[in-house]
Structure formats: structure tokens, C-alpha cells
């Protein structure tokens, strides 16, 4: 195979790749703007939700390392607990509070972060089985996967990009569902600004 054809090969399954997860304006309110997209075989949507926010990478950085903290900006935890740290990857036990009547969740979340030339940060999330045991009455979410991204827009202005693609487990009412992708990129990101912002750009 010729490295012509093999470019244009990869040009093109990129392409379709992108086609495929095709992202739509929902809401833009108060500076937060929330995109969903459909997800292949899943009854359930994916989203993103972006914003700027007045605080440096690394201020933002430090909010999500602080599990105690993140757990309080981050919409639907209850709990959240560290488990392993090797190199640039972490793991987490998360359990969720939903609202009523979905019934509470746990998952194992791997967090592989990635700090490139440019001081943006990358933190890819994914579900991951094992290292907690079943706990009686926690439902466990095996299927999620999402992205955070910050990028400097400034000396201390950051654009957040929030994103997951989740599959809840058990029954959720359409409702629900359809509430959760709204509320979880809005409140997360109006909740992290309100805190980062109080920080003054220093970080905690």
C-alpha cells in the first residue's frame, strides 16, 4: 500500500468518523453553550457543553485533582474517592445522587491526562471494571466514556469543554434522561466558574 493511498485511506475514515458524531446547538444560556449528538445503537445522547471561564489552567486543574471539591461542582456526585495514581492516569470511585426516581449509581472512572506545548489540558474518561467490589443497592455504570478539555484564551481566561457519552444502566425514565444532558454540562460548568472565579486566579 502506497503512503498516498494510506493517507487518503485515513483522510477518509476520519472524515466519516466525524460525520457520524454530528453535534447540535441546544441551548445557550449565560455564557454556556450545550451540544448533543446521537449516539450509534445507544437510546442515549451524548453531550458537550463549552465555556470560558475567568481562571488559568492550572486554577482549573487543581479544582478537578481535589476530589473533595470536584465532587461538590460536578453535577450528580455524592461521592468520590481516589483509587490508584500511576504517571499521568488516575482512577476514581464515584458514586452518583440523581434525582428521584433513578436509583443511585457507582462506576470506576481512569482519567488519562494529557498537558501539551500550548498549556491546554486534556483528561479523557472512561468506565473501567473492577478494583471496587459490587456494593448492595449501587447500580454499576460499565459503559461511559468523555472528555475534558481546557484551552488558555488568555493570562487567566480558559475555554472548558466538557463531554460524555454514558450508558446509565437500569431503567431511566425518558424524562430523566433527557433532563441529565441539560443539567449535567450546565450545572457543572456554572458551578466550576462560580468556584474558580471566587478563587481570584489563584489557584486553592
Same mark, same amino acid.
Given at each position: 500500500?502506497?503512503?498516498?493511498?494510506?493517507?487518503? !485511506?485515513?483522510? !477518509?475514515?476520519?472524515?466519516?468518523?466525524?460525520?457520524?458524531?454530528?453535534?447540535?446547538?441546544?441551548?445557550?444560556?449565560?455564557?454556556?453553550?450545550?451540544?448533543?449528538?446521537?449516539?450509534?445503537?445507544?437510546?442515549?445522547?451524548?453531550?458537550?457543553?463549552?465555556?470560558?471561564?475567568?481562571?488559568?489552567?492550572?486554577?482549573?486543574?487543581?479544582?478537578?485533582?481535589?476530589?473533595?471539591?470536584?465532587?461538590?461542582?460536578?453535577?450528580?456526585?455524592?461521592?468520590?474517592?481516589?483509587?490508584?495514581?500511576?504517571?499521568?492516569?488516575?482512577?476514581?470511585?464515584?458514586?452518583?445522587?440523581?434525582?428521584?426516581?433513578?436509583?443511585?449509581?457507582?462506576?470506576?472512572?481512569?482519567?488519562?491526562?494529557?498537558?501539551r506545548?500550548?498549556?491546554?489540558?486534556?483528561?479523557?474518561?472512561?468506565?473501567?471494571?473492577?478494583?471496587?467490589?459490587?456494593?448492595?443497592?449501587?447500580?454499576?455504570?460499565?459503559?461511559?466514556?468523555?472528555?475534558?478539555?481546557?484551552?488558555?484564551?488568555?493570562?487567566?481566561?480558559?475555554?472548558?469543554?466538557?463531554?460524555?457519552?454514558?450508558?446509565? !444502566?437500569?431503567?431511566?425514565?425518558?424524562?430523566l434522561?433527557?433532563?441529565?444532558?441539560?443539567?449535567a454540562?450546565?450545572?457543572?460548568?456554572?458551578?466550576?466558574?462560580?468556584?474558580?472565579?471566587?478563587?481570584g486566579?489563584?489557584?486553592?
Amino acid at each position: 500500500m502506497s503512503l498516498r493511498f494510506a493517507l487518503c !485511506a485515513l483522510l !477518509a475514515v476520519s472524515t466519516c468518523a466525524s460525520a457520524a458524531e454530528s453535534w447540535h446547538l441546544v441551548q445557550d444560556d449565560d455564557g454556556i453553550q450545550v451540544y448533543l449528538s446521537d449516539v450509534p445503537g445507544s437510546r442515549y445522547q451524548q453531550f458537550r457543553g463549552v465555556a470560558l471561564i475567568k481562571a488559568s489552567v492550572p486554577t482549573l486543574s487543581d479544582l478537578q485533582e481535589n476530589l473533595r471539591v470536584a465532587c461538590k461542582w460536578l453535577y450528580g456526585c455524592a461521592d468520590m474517592r481516589l483509587l490508584k495514581v500511576d504517571g499521568d492516569s488516575t482512577w476514581v470511585y464515584l458514586t452518583t445522587a440523581l434525582p428521584w426516581p433513578a436509583s443511585t449509581r457507582d462506576m470506576v472512572i481512569q482519567v488519562q491526562s494529557e498537558r501539551r506545548d500550548d498549556g491546554s489540558l486534556v483528561r479523557r474518561l472512561k468506565a473501567v471494571p473492577g478494583m471496587v467490589k459490587h456494593v448492595p443497592g449501587q447500580i454499576r455504570v460499565r459503559q461511559l466514556k468523555g472528555l475534558w478539555t481546557f484551552v488558555p484564551k488568555g493570562e487567566q481566561l480558559t475555554e472548558v469543554t466538557y463531554e460524555l457519552q454514558a450508558d446509565p !444502566a437500569g431503567d431511566i425514565p425518558s424524562w430523566l434522561a433527557n433532563q441529565f444532558v441539560l443539567d449535567a454540562p450546565v450545572i457543572s460548568l456554572r458551578t466550576l466558574r462560580a468556584v474558580a472565579e471566587r478563587q481570584g486566579g489563584a489557584a486553592p
